[in-house]
C-alpha cells in the first residue's frame, strides 16, 4: 500500500522552517529510496534546495530533481512554482537554490542576450554552458524535450487542408488569405521570436484582422472548434495530445530550440559531483511526447505535479517507494 504525504503535514514543515529563519519553501518528506539510480545514497548528508518557474512541466521536472536528490539520500527542500524564468535562475545563480531544469533557447535569448538562435540544439547547449559558466552555474548535457513555439490545426480543418509544415502554410496564405486565421497570445504577436519573425523567414504577410489575440488555454479551444484554423502552442502542451491536434513542422527552422537541461549552482557541483551522474540517466528519458503525456496529467486530468513526478520515477524504475 502506497503512503505519501500531505500538504498539510509540509505545509507545516515550511512554516517551522521559514520561522527559523531558513529558505522559505517545503521539505520534501517522501520515504523514496535508490532504484536503478542513487545505490548507495552518494548525497547522503547534503541538504538541497531545488526549484522551478510556475508552470505545470518545469513544477513536474523540479518534482523529479527534487525526488532523484532525495532517493540518493539528501535532504531535500522543495522552492518549485518560483514567478517567471528570471526568479527561477537568479536563486540557482545566486545559491538560494542549487538545482533548475530550464532551458537552452531561454538562457540563449533571455538571459544571455543573444538574438540569433543556434540551430543545432547540442552546439546551443554548449554555447549556453560555456558562456553561463562565468555566472556560477554548470548546464548538464541536455534533452530532447524541447519545449518550443509552434503552430497547431485541428484534425478535421486539416482533412481540409492537408499542412505539413509552415511552407504549407505559407503557401495557402498567399492562395487564399482569408483562409488563415491564428490564434496567437500578445507576446508571440509582438515578439522577433514569434509571429513577426516567423512570417518574414517564411515570407508569408496575413492580414492584421486574420490574427486573434487571446490568452493561451483559449486558443486550444479556439483551434479544436474552428474558431481560428492555426493556433500558436507549446510543443509539449498536454492539451495537443488531448485534443486531437496536428503540430506544423518548423521545417525551415525558425523557432529556437528549448532543450530542457539540468541547471546547478556550480559550487553546488563541485561539491557533490554525483548529481551529474544522477541526473544523466533521467534527462535522457525526457522527451517531447513524454512532457507532453506527463503535462496532460497536470492540466487536462488535474493530476498534482509531485505525483505525476513520483509516479513517473517509480514507474521507469528510477527510485521506489518504501
Not at 531535500?76 to 537552452?104: F, H, M, Q, W
Not at 552546439?123 to 555566472?135: F, H, P, S
Not at 534533452?143 to 511552407?167: E, F, G, Q, R, V
Request: proline share 5%; glycine share 8%; aromatic share 6%.
Amino acid at each position: 500500500m502506497r503512503i505519501r504525504t500531505g500538504l498539510a503535514s509540509a505545509a507545516a514543515l515550511a512554516l517551522l522552517l521559514t520561522g527559523c529563519g531558513l529558505k522559505s519553501g517545503s521539505p520534501m518528506v517522501d520515504e523514496v529510496e535508490p532504484g536503478s539510480i542513487g545505490k548507495g545514497q552518494p548525497l547522503k548528508g547534503a541538504s538541497l534546495t531545488v526549484t522551478s518557474k510556475n508552470f505545470s512541466e518545469n513544477i513536474v521536472l523540479g518534482q523529479i530533481m527534487g525526488l532523484v536528490f532525495k532517493a540518493a539520500g539528501a535532504e531535500v527542500l522543495d522552492r518549485t512554482n518560483l514567478p517567471g524564468s528570471i526568479s527561477a535562475r537568479e536563486a540557482v545563480v545566486k545559491g538560494d537554490a542549487d538545482a533548475l531544469y530550464d532551458y537552452t533557447g531561454t538562457a540563449w535569448i533571455t538571459y544571455l542576450g543573444h538574438a540569433k538562435p543556434i540551430v543545432d540544439p547540442q552546439e546551443q547547449w554548449k554555447a549556453v554552458r560555456d558562456e553561463d559558466l562565468g555566472n556560477g552555474v554548470t548546464w548538464l548535457p541536455p534533452s530532447t524535450l524541447d519545449n518550443t513555439y509552434a503552430l497547431t490545426i485541428s484534425k478535421k480543418n486539416n482533412a481540409k487542408y492537408h499542412l505539413k509544415n509552415l511552407s504549407d502554410v505559407a503557401a495557402l496564405a498567399k492562395k487564399d488569405p482569408k483562409a488563415v486565421t491564428v490564434c496567437v497570445e500578445n507576446e508571440f504577436a509582438s515578439r522577433d521570436d514569434g509571429l513577426p519573425g516567423m512570417q518574414k523567414h517564411y515570407g508569408m504577410k496575413l492580414p492584421a484582422a486574420n490574427i486573434k489575440k487571446m490568452d493561451a488555454g483559449i486558443i486550444y479551444t479556439q483551434v479544436n472548434s474552428g474558431g481560428c484554423l492555426l493556433g500558436e502552442v507549446y510543443t509539449t502542451d498536454g492539451r495537443i495530445k488531448a485534443m486531437n491536434l496536428d503540430v506544423l513542422e518548423d521545417d525551415k527552422q525558425f523557432f529556437p530550440n528549448y532543450n530542457a537541461s539540468p541547471l546547478i549552482h556550480t559550487a553546488t557541483l563541485e561539491k557533490y559531483p554525483e548529481i551529474a551522474s544522477l541526473l544523466a540517466p533521467v534527462t535522457k528519458k525526457l522527451t517531447t511526447p513524454l512532457a507532453q503525456e506527463l503535462n496532460s496529467k497536470v492540466d487536462v486530468d488535474g493530476e498534482d505535479p509531485h505525483e505525476v513526478a513520483l509516479d513517473w520515477l517509480v514507474q521507469e524504475g528510477f527510485i521506489q517507494e518504501n
